[in-house]
């Protein structure tokens, strides 16, 4: 969750005319675990030419994860037969367009190729979970009901990965250097060479 200026985290609280959306936050596993980021069109109506994760609106009678599996197809040509979704992140709520966000992890082996839908991404690529910790600078955000200071990403050569998107993904991240450091420390049911 994204930090006040006195170092509060608070959970904003979507009215309830907000928009439900989902979206698709795909790790795929192979070389090295790297995550999908696309640029928006700039022909979209609401974040438009920013770096996002594939989602969108989850319609009458979906799930979050319905809904993820369903832009991702959409979008980026990737079929829900070739990911498997483990879970959901935090919730998260983005004033200017109203909506509130149901961030669906899903894994695939590889980093697939992507099919765009040009009508609503201009771009798709992976980027390295490896080289995205530690290299966020902080920004400030301005919103309705307060400043916060979120995590920025210089992943792209013209357009910085900031707002919501790095909101999700610094929790994606946090999880995975919890992964990262559960694999680096022997467990205690290890045997040791005892000489």
Not at 97 to 110: G, L, Q, R, W, Y
Not at 112 to 132: G, R
Not at 171 to 195: K, N
């Amino acid at each position: 969750m994204p930090r006040f200026p006195d170092g509060q985290v608070r959970d904003v609280t979507p009215p309830a005319n907000a928009r439900k959306s989902a979206v698709a936050v795909v790790i795929g596993s192979s070389p090295e675990p790297s995550v999908l980021l696309t640029l928006r069109s700039t022909r979209l109506g609401h974040h438009r030419g920013q770096l996002s994760f594939p989602g969108g609106r989850i319609e009458d009678g979906e799930t979050a994860s319905e809904a993820a599996l369903r832009e991702l197809w959409e979008e980026v040509g990737i079929a829900r037969t070739h990911v498997r979704v483990l879970g959901k992140l935090s919730p998260f709520y983005t004033p200017p367009s109203n909506s509130a966000i149901e961030p669906v992890v899903m894994v695939c082996a590889d980093r697939l190729e992507c099919m765009l839908n040009y009508d609503e991404v201009e771009e798709a690529f992976w980027v390295s979970l490896e080289e995205l910790l530690g290299s966020a600078v902080e920004r400030i955000w301005e919103l309705p009901y307060g400043t916060m200071i979120v995590p920025q990403w210089l992943v792209h050569p013209r357009v910085p990965l900031w707002g919501a998107t790095a909101v999700i993904l610094s929790e994606l991240l946090v999880l995975y250097e919890g992964w990262l450091s559960q694999r680096a420390t022997p467990s205690a049911s290890t045997p040791t060479d005892q000489h």
